[in-house]
């Protein structure tokens, strides 16, 4: 468990940072206090709203096909670099959705249970939605594929959600607490602390706006690089895992 554990903790970090250096150039305000575009454009509302984040350019057929021109749109270059950034989201998905459920396979009981069933379901949510993210970039605005894209979406943010909160427990172990303080253990209370804070506000930004959901994402790259030092060097959570 601890072996596949790192491959998938390693791999996701790699793709998370492929996905965050590809990402597009926005002119102009995000709806809703949005200031990622990628995330403004997995939960756009209606038509308005897709016209706003991708623009109308590339759907008109008003880009250059093969060499871009320095006097083209913004929205041109920004959707050629949101394609891909969505493909390398499906590199992502596949990671990050592997590592969840090794790591809901890794903790005992119901919690463990409950997150390697929904982490699938979150990942094949983030394939539909990025399905019509790539529609959204060649098709003309419409609110019905607003809904496609948004509907998935949110079940996506309302799984990951619940997944990350629940995660505290893979982390902070009372009982070692209460064997004394140590470093590791401040570390693995920290990534375990990083996931529950970043699953809260995701679950919050779904009744209160969408915008809180880029500060509670941006929350699990601590956790997750926490989680690699962790897998790397703390023996005591790697027997831990390997007794699980």
């Known amino acids: 468990m601890h072996r596949i554990l790192l491959v998938t903790t390693i791999a996701t970090v790699l793709t998370g940072l492929l996905c965050t250096v590809l990402k597009p150039n926005h002119e102009g305000p995000l709806p809703r206090g949005f200031q990622h575009p990628v995330i403004a454009a ?5 038509a308005a709203e897709i016209v706003q984040v991708y623009g109308t350019s590339a759907q008109s057929g008003a880009c250059a096909a093969a060499r871009p021109d320095a006097n083209e749109p913004w929205d041109c270059a920004s959707m050629r670099t949101l394609r891909l950034n969505t493909w390398a989201d499906f590199l992502f998905i596949a990671c990050y959705g592997s590592m969840l459920f090794f790591l809901g396979r890794s903790l005992r009981g119901r919690v463990g249970l409950a997150i390697a069933m929904l982490a699938p379901l979150a990942a094949l ?3 539909v939605e990025n399905i019509g993210i790539l529609r959204a970039t060649a098709e003309p605005a419409s609110d019905a594929l607003a809904a496609m894209i948004r509907t ?16 505290w427990r893979r982390f ?4 070692a607490w209460r064997r004394g303080f140590s470093a590791w253990g401040f570390v693995e209370a920290a990534v375990g602390g990083f996931y529950a804070a970043g699953g809260l506000l995701c679950l919050w930004a779904l009744i209160d706006g969408n915008a809180l959901v880029e500060i509670g994402a941006a929350l699990l790259a601590p956790a997750f690089i926490g989680q690699l030092v962790i897998l790397w060097f703390d023996r005591g959570f790697i027997e831990r895992l390997d007794a699980a």
């Open 172 to 175: 902070f172990v009372l009982a």
């Open 125 to 127: 949510a983030d394939v």
């Open 42 to 46: 997995e939960l756009v509302m209606n």
């Open 152 to 167: 998935p979406s949110l079940i996506k943010w309302a799984l990951l959600g619940l997944i990350w909160t629940a995660l």
